[in-house]
């Protein structure tokens, strides 16, 4: 079993308001990542809330937790992520929330990628310039789970020999931090 954990726990201060719900192709941005990963290879879907977490779980649809120690850094939520995933799990994607241009065909090709290689770790590049979301596989759990701070899975890349995936998706390389980014985001993807 694949599954794939979207980290969207944040407080969006650099966006000034809850960016996991700003419309976008008239749905939520969260609610158009968590669609484009449940329409690839991917069998389970958890996504990590923190802050608004109410709201935001009134306007997206999907498995959700809420990681209360979301201001403790990203760890936090990789970890609520990874606790909450099937026993089954043999490896995990790792998506952000405020990535919602990632194609559905990128996320499978990885899972293709991971079925095909057995890489412990896959990460996708686009033009040479990796991105998101991650594959990790379920041997790495472990050490994922001592990373601290406001850091994810790449804490660990210089430890574990990483296997590039070349894609054809700039969205792997674009995230929303700011109102800048969304607008400049949305106008050069219509």
Do not use: W
């Not at 700003?22 to 990542?33: A, F, I, R, S, Y």
């Not at 590049?125 to 050490?143: H, I, Y």
């Amino acid at each position: 079993m694949i599954a794939a954990i979207i980290l969207a726990a944040g407080e969006a201060k650099r966006f000034g308001q809850a960016k996991q719900l700003v419309p976008l192709d008239g749905k939520p941005m969260l609610q158009q990542t968590i669609d484009r990963i449940a329409q690839s290879k991917v069998d389970a879907v958890v996504i990590v809330l923190g802050a608004n977490a109410d709201e935001i779980q009134k306007h997206v649809r999907g498995r959700a937790i809420v990681n209360p120690d979301y201001a403790k850094g990203m760890s936090t939520s990789l970890h609520a992520g990874l606790r909450a995933l099937p026993a089954k799990t043999e490896a995990v994607i790792i998506a952000l929330g405020d990535q919602p241009f990632v194609e559905s065909k990128t996320i499978t090709a990885l899972v293709d990628e991971y079925r095909r290689s057995g890489a412990k770790i896959i990460v996708p590049t686009f033009n040479g310039q990796r991105g998101n979301p991650v594959l990790v596989d379920a041997s790495l759990f472990p050490r994922l789970m001592q990373i601290g701070g406001d850091v994810g899975c790449r804490a660990i890349f210089g430890e574990v020999s990483v296997s590039e995936l070349p894609v054809t998706d700039a969205g792997i390389a674009q995230d929303i931090d700011t109102m800048e980014d969304f607008e400049c985001r949305t106008r050069h993807s219509s």
